[in-house]
């Protein structure tokens, strides 16, 4: 699914009215219709009791008249507060002469606030995506007012003052809405960990927007959803054997942090890798042998962290990273992987396929001059903190995804950007934030089991390295929601995902 950009969201509804003969008041209440089923389904009028519906002088306004409309025409109990304007929209002035005389209805005024009870229904109609400046005056007194109210409130598109595609002043006044209601697309501002607070839980409506025209319309921004990876995992053919899904190679471990390597471990068997090699310090054999025992196991000869790089000839894909230390032995086996991966290999002549975490991206944040050795296609799966030793601090949200996409398109590598809205950046500067994962996963070792998940799916010959990763940070969170909805959210652990990678893979044979 594509994120277009608040211009591109307009130009969207002008090509909608156009293929479908529409005039702008009908695509209006499609999206009325459309806000008033989704809430009527979750409240009922007896649960919602009177619900106050904030309309501004534009579209969103006029959004909000149709919504009053509408939950009137179903039994619920509306009042409507109208934010004073010199002009107003044509089909916001549509709709306030439909409005019926039912619906109490007043002007706002900095001496005359909407009434609010702490958690009343409240619907945002102030302001939608048009709007190019923070708020001031009295649209920003009303939002304090609304802010400060306690109200259960669901905005209509968009949170008013926020703005769709890029950063506003840090005192900006938006609304603080529980719930958001979108048509079409998402809007690349709900992905942002800055905008969770005003945005609240959101969802789509379909309302029948132009397909040809999202399809033909360029953005870097996409949304992984069920449908983008269905499909995406090969069929296991009859006659396969244990070499034809891979041989991966994982060096992982160190003294104190072998839990890593079994959890990363156990991930990489769990996503359908043929045959998996751990490569790990002396001190963790024994841990290892009995904790996985389907993989085979490489003691190094030093006991306390890995000291020597293995011959990759025989291996798919190789994972760096979890658990690994930061010691001077690991840095050399990683410099010395990183210009041996870049030597084309096997039937295809392309890198050995790479898999990157954890200390391995410390190391490198510690030693910039190894990124030039990145072979292409690598895969890097840094958290925030990470990401930012490899690249610089990000002012904000929005300026880390720039960072993001310039790395990834610099470096020719794949990005995986650890969050509750994972992002993956591609070589060609295009990015994908998925959309399975819950807060429950933010536990130690989660990030090793997406490292296990990704290396068994770049060992697996028919799934290129886009694909691949895309369909694992999908697995990896499908995974965790399966694992929180038996063990809940705050019992749920990294191994939980584990145990759940096959169901959720199963998905998408």
């Known amino acids: 699914m594509k994120i277009l950009s608040a211009v591109q969201t307009r130009e969207l509804d002008q090509a909608t009215q156009t293929e479908q003969r529409l005039i702008s008041v009908e695509l209006m209440e499609r999206a009325a219709s459309a806000f008033v089923a989704w809430l009527s389904s979750r409240y009922s009028s007896a649960d919602a009791g009177e619900i106050l519906i904030l309309c501004g002088p534009g579209n969103n306004g006029g959004d909000g008249l149709a919504v009053a409309r509408l939950l009137l025409q179903r039994g619920y109990r509306v009042r409507v507060a109208l934010l004073p304007a010199a002009r107003r929209s044509a089909d916001w002035l549509h709709n306030r002469q439909h409005l019926p005389k039912a619906v109490p209805s007043s002007e706002i005024t900095a001496k005359k606030l909407p009434t609010i009870a702490p958690g009343q229904f409240v619907v945002d109609a102030l302001f939608g995506t048009g709007l ?216 295809t002549g392309h890198p050995l396929p790479l898999v990157v975490d954890a200390d391995a991206l410390n190391l490198l944040g510690q030693h910039r001059e190894l990124l030039k050795l990145l072979p292409e296609n690598t895969v890097l799966t840094p958290h925030p903190k990470e990401f930012e030793r490899l690249t610089e601090p990000a002012r904000d949200d929005y300026h880390r995804l720039e960072l993001l996409r310039d790395f990834a398109m610099q470096h020719r590598c794949l990005v995986v950007l650890k969050g509750a809205c994972t992002c993956l950046a591609t070589p060609e500067g295009n990015l994908h934030f998925n959309s399975t994962g819950n807060a429950g996963m933010a536990t130690g070792g989660s990030g090793d089991v997406l490292t296990g998940v990704l290396l068994a799916l770049r060992a697996h010959a028919q799934l290129p390295a886009f694909e691949a990763v895309r369909l694992g940070v999908y697995a990896h969170g499908r995974a965790g929601d399966l694992a929180a909805a038996q063990t809940g959210q705050a019992g749920l652990v990294a191994g939980d995902i584990v145990q759940h990678l096959g169901p959720a893979l199963k998905e998408w044979e």
């Open 132 to 347: 190019s400046r923070p708020l001031t005056g009295l649209a920003a007194a009303v939002v304090a007012h609304l802010n400060q109210a306690e109200a259960r409130v669901i905005a209509i598109d968009i949170p008013s003052g926020l703005f769709a595609d890029q950063p506003q002043p840090a005192d900006s006044a938006v609304v603080r809405a529980r719930q958001t209601v979108s048509f079409g697309l998402p809007k690349l501002a709900f992905f942002l960990p800055q905008n969770a607070d005003f945005i609240g839980e959101w969802c789509i409506e379909d309302i029948g927007l132009s397909a040809r025209f999202v399809a033909e319309t360029a953005t870097p921004w996409h949304y992984t959803n069920a449908a983008a990876v269905a499909g995406a995992l090969p069929p296991r053919p009859k006659f396969s054997h244990k070499g034809t899904f891979g041989h991966a190679l994982l060096l992982a471990g160190s003294r104190g942090k072998m839990g890593a390597a079994v959890l990363s471990a156990g991930a990489c068997l769990r996503s359908g890798v043929g045959l998996l090699t751990a490569h790990i310090p002396g001190c963790g054999y024994d841990i290892f042998q009995i904790s996985q025992p389907e993989a085979m196991c490489l003691a190094d000869a030093e006991p306390a962290f890995i000291s020597e790089l293995p011959e990759l000839k025989p291996y798919q894909a190789v994972g760096i990273g979890p658990g690994l230390g930061q010691a001077a032995g690991s840095l050399a086996v990683l410099r010395k992987l990183l210009k041996a991966a870049a030597q084309p290999t096997g039937k």
